[in-house]
């Protein structure tokens, strides 16, 4: 063999020699990538969740707390769903004439942010609610639906939370079943 050819293979070996290092991967390597796009990944899914909810006290004659806490979705920037719950007490009257309820129920609910503070809002609430029988003359409980379609404020407070105001119209509202006053039901809460 000539040592032209000689010369030749070993110039060729020498050119590709490089591309095989550049091709060739650490498993170590690759492992740690996979590791850290999997905990970007989880990161971001984290912080499509959201939770907040709804506490009002009002204490007197009537006393009435709401406690309903919510945890949502934000499936874009502009769409979230979610679900709440919700605890309602009353109080009224004194002695003897003292009456107390309590309302429990559930919600689903969607949100659509047209701007950056203004969203509108949609739900379906079902409550279970005390409501008076007269031809027994006592108190008695009903699962009660109601969807309800309104608009809302958020206003941020810090990176990720906000108060947030909700005005909605009960589009189902009974006055002998409904734990609300009025088909108008109006919120303030907060999220983060």
Request: aromatic residues 18%.
């Amino acid at each position: 063999m000539s040592y032209r050819y000689v010369k030749c293979i070993l110039c060729g070996l020498l050119a590709f020699l490089p591309m095989s290092v550049l091709f060739a991967q650490n498993a170590s390597d690759t492992i740690y990538v996979a590791e850290q796009d999997s905990i970007l990944h989880e990161e971001v899914a984290l912080s499509r969740w959201y939770k907040g909810g709804n506490l009002t006290v009002r204490v007197g004659d009537p006393t009435y707390i709401d406690v309903s806490p919510l945890l949502g979705y934000r499936f874009s920037a502009k769409l979230s769903a979610g679900v709440g719950l919700t605890y309602m007490y009353y109080s009224q009257g004194t002695g003897a004439k003292k009456e107390t309820s309590s309302v429990l129920g559930g919600r689903l609910f969607s949100r659509y942010y047209f701007m950056q503070t203004l969203f509108g809002h949609a739900e379906y609430e079902t409550l279970r609610s005390p409501y008076y029988n007269e031809s027994q003359q006592t108190y008695r409980y009903k699962w009660v639906g109601a969807p309800m379609l309104g608009l809302g404020y958020s206003l941020p407070v810090s990176d990720g939370a906000a108060i947030t105001f909700v005005g909605l119209y009960n589009l189902n509202f009974k006055p002998t079943y409904s734990p609300y006053n009025s088909s108008f039901v109006v919120r303030a809460g907060f999220v983060f």
